[in-house]
């Protein structure tokens, strides 16, 4: 029966993160989509227009009738109705490229999801995904698709740390025994970080630059250490003033300076983490170090300042974005690892 099930179905994980969906489908043995979590809409009719990298580019620059909206921005479900229109687009979007016969049945999927949603939440994704084509639906934890992803061993005794950095927040969690000892997030990650650069030009240069020029000047040229502070960028914006289009030069510096509180804030929560600890599940933090996973893992040089602040050694994963829905894509196919994440 499993067997006959398996041939005329596939399974799918999907890393719903605040920033990026992506999708893993275990028949095909890869991630099929990797897409913005954006949607723009009509104002007036709420029809959707755009999902994905399309309605990213359109961020900050819609005409009137049309809105971008990024549904899961802080980490929680912000408009549900949204929410679901995207999930139902990825969903089926990566069931178009499985063969006909793989879709005579329904997939079972897993959903990673931030961890601190509210019950509500949890059912709107269950909903939702099946109401979007799925038949069995199971949601994971991120930190613990995250740390499966990267290889901790989470089903061993021996404790581990994850710190995923993501879009709208940063969750730190200390898995052992199998289970989630402990985790917290904030609503601290990329975007706080771009908004800082936001704001760093604003007082600084009086130049309004819009939120996409900030994340690419934070990708291109920001740091948590001083290690590439010699490099320059020219920016574009508005002129606060003369309300004109004006060009400014930045430097690597001042982006860190600009990224600085932000990054303390976050190197914060991991010492409160600590605190949480048990000495024992301590001791193998010292020995196992701290593993970063999400976007925000491949700032760089934050794995240095972090390892300053600690004393323990700090790991970026390989593939941070990916590292959850690698996690899920693990579960799909370890039915030990499903049965173990019942629920
Ligand atoms: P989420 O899980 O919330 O969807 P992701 O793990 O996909 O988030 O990470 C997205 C965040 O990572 C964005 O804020 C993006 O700007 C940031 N990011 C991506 N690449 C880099 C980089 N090279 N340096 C710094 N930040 C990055
Ligand atoms: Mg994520």
Redesign the pocket.
Known sequence: MKYLTRLFSTDIGI?L????CLVYVRDLDRVVLNEP?VVVRQVNTHEVRYVGARAKEMLGKTPANLEAIRPMKDGVIANFEVTEAMLREFIQKSLRQVPWYRRLLPPRVVVAVPSGITEVEIRAVKDSSKRAGAGQVRLVEEPMAAAIGVGLPVTEPCGSMIVDI???TTEVAIISQGGIGYSDSIRV???EL?EAVMQYMRKNYNLLVGVLSA?RI??AI?SAYPVRDEVKMEIRGLDMNGHVPKTVTITGAEVREALQEQVRTIAEKIHAAFEHCKPDLAADLVDRGIMLA???A??VGLDKLLTEETGLPVFPADEP?NA?VKGTGMMLNDEDLWEFNEN
Request: charged share 20%; hydrophobic share 25%; glycine share 42%.
């Open positions: 890393d993160g605040t920033a990026n979590s993501g879009g709208g990650g990329g975007d771009d994340e934070k990708i920001g999400g976007g925000g491949l700032l974005l959850v």
